[in-house]
């Protein structure tokens, strides 16, 4: 079964600085992707940033990059020139059962400070 | 398109009442599951759904219902409400981008309450 574990539970970065949140799976499957949302105050889950397990680069999406390493099993989020919308929680996520469902990690709050 | 809609936004139940969280997508997504998010946790599938008339459990299944008998609406029955039900229920449609792969569309969610 796919699991997927964040290990921190909260983290701090100053407006314009750049944070890594940490994201480690594990997962039988061949192929497989790697997914992270944020889930602002406001409670809706945003998709930002997609992995495939057999993509050669890391993906970006703007200020948003993964740092796939497929051998160490992580998928770390990358928010490059933090602002203060980007407080929210932050979830990584791994489909199972055809990619239908996710599993989820437990999540890591952001705070950006001024 | 409207995407995912739920309803209602809020809810309190007393315990042992029954209630229906609604579902609905517009996208024609042949997907769809439900999710409960309790504080500290990520979300946890309750039921899922490959196309009408099809439905199946998930991680968290007791004391939820689920039918699927429009390609458009997945309601989540809850059938005697418990303090333990107190959550954030979210519904998901998903949608391929090939390959194996999914994305999965959240509604906005239902806070419900159990005293």
């Known amino acids: 079964a796919q699991k997927i574990t964040q290990t921190q539970p909260g983290m701090f970065v100053q407006e314009k600085e750049a944070v890594t949140l940490d994201c480690t799976y594990d997962t039988s499957d061949q192929s497989y992707g790697l997914f992270w949302y944020k889930q602002p105050s406001s409670g809706e889950m945003i998709f930002l940033i997609y992995q495939g397990s057999y993509d050669e680069q890391n993906a970006t999406e703007g200020r948003y990059s993964l740092n796939f390493q497929k051998a160490r099993k992580s998928a770390n989020l990358v928010i490059s020139a933090s602002q203060l919308g980007d407080s929210a929680m932050y979830f990584c996520?791994?489909?199972?059962?055809?990619?239908?469902?996710?599993?989820f990690g437990p999540g890591t709050r952001l705070s950006v400070l001024p | 398109n409207a995407g995912v809609t739920q309803t209602p936004k809020f809810q309190v139940l007393k315990t042992g009442q029954s209630m229906t969280l609604q579902c609905a997508q517009d996208m024609n997504h042949e997907y769809m599951s439900w999710y409960r998010q309790d504080p500290g946790m990520g979300l946890r599938l309750i039921h899922y759904?490959?196309?009408?008339?099809?439905?199946d459990q998930g991680e968290v299944p007791n004391g939820y219902n689920v039918s699927r008998s429009t390609t458009e609406d997945f309601p989540l029955r809850l059938l005697s409400a418990a303090p333990s039900q107190t959550s954030v229920y979210f519904c998901?449609?998903?949608?391929?981008?090939?390959?194996?792969?999914?994305?999965?569309?959240f509604g906005p969610g239902t806070r419900l309450t159990v005293t």
């Open positions: 759904s490959v196309g009408a008339g099809i439905t």
């Open positions: 998901a449609s998903s949608y391929t981008l090939g390959q194996g792969v999914y994305e999965q569309y």
């Open positions: 996520a791994t489909p199972h059962n055809y990619g239908q469902n996710f599993v």
